[in-house]
């Protein structure tokens, strides 16, 4: 089945270290997304990309950078890891053609202590 | 831009009975509103949507409806099963923006 993947599923880390999560996806899809979940806050836009060299920041892209390495591939850094950088992450994809019907990966669920 | 409110953030239900989650909107630009559910684990999937020249729409046990004057939609689950117990979460955007503004979520129990 054509699918969104997101590395790592859960991620402990310290203050001041830098991570990456990485989103790989195989529907074939231009438009990628990067968003943040806390609990109350609902689905925060952090990145996103309409295609390998688009880039556009979110509502949140404060402490966060990103790298469209392929049209499938689609990774989010966090360079100095902070302990309100601690949430869940999901990654979304769309088509050109369906716009704004947006297909999300499982999630990582990251502590930074 | 655009602002999404989402009321209620909890909702328990006894099975059978119906839940309703409503959300109101900011922007009159917006003309699209789809409803993602969240399962324990998973990522948000899309169950419905509307568009804003449609009332309502139905697909099966739920539906979904839209008042452009007041600037609100609402989702509609009836005769509830324990397996629409998730988190719901309401959007909107204007078609071709590419991007949807997130209501905060409702989780919604449903009590055997």
């Known amino acids: 089945d054509a699918d969104v993947t997101q590395t790592p599923r859960n991620r402990i880390t310290k203050t001041g270290k830098r991570i990456m999560l990485e989103c790989s996806q195989t529907k074939g899809h231009d438009r990628m997304y990067w968003y943040r979940q806390d609990p109350g806050l609902g689905l925060q836009l952090i990145y996103y990309s309409f295609d390998v060299k688009d880039i556009n920041k979110g509502e949140i892209s404060d402490g966060y950078s990103v790298s469209r390495q392929a049209q499938a591939k689609f990774s989010l850094s966090l360079e100095s890891a902070i302990p309100n950088q601690t949430a869940l992450y999901f990654c979304?994809?769309?088509?050109?053609?369906?716009?704004?019907?947006?297909?999300f990966g499982p999630g990582t669920r990251l502590l930074v202590l | 831009g655009e602002n999404v409110e989402q009321h209620p953030s909890t909702l328990s239900v006894q099975e059978g009975d119906s839940a309703v989650i409503k959300c109101t909107y900011s922007?009159?630009?917006?003309?699209?509103f789809p409803w993602y559910k969240q399962e324990l684990g998973k990522g948000p999937q899309l169950i419905i949507d509307i568009r804003s020249n449609v009332g309502e729409k139905k697909d099966q046990r739920i539906a979904v409806t839209l008042n452009k004057t007041a600037k609100h939609f609402s989702l509609h689950i009836t005769e509830t099963q324990p397996e629409d117990s998730a988190v719901y979460f309401c959007?909107?955007?204007?078609w071709g923006w590419g991007k949807l503004q997130f209501g905060a979520g409702t989780q919604v129990v449903v009590t055997p």
């Open positions: 959007a909107a955007t204007s």
């Open positions: 979304a994809t769309s088509s050109d053609s369906t716009q704004e019907t947006q297909y």
């Open positions: 922007d009159s630009a917006s003309n699209y």
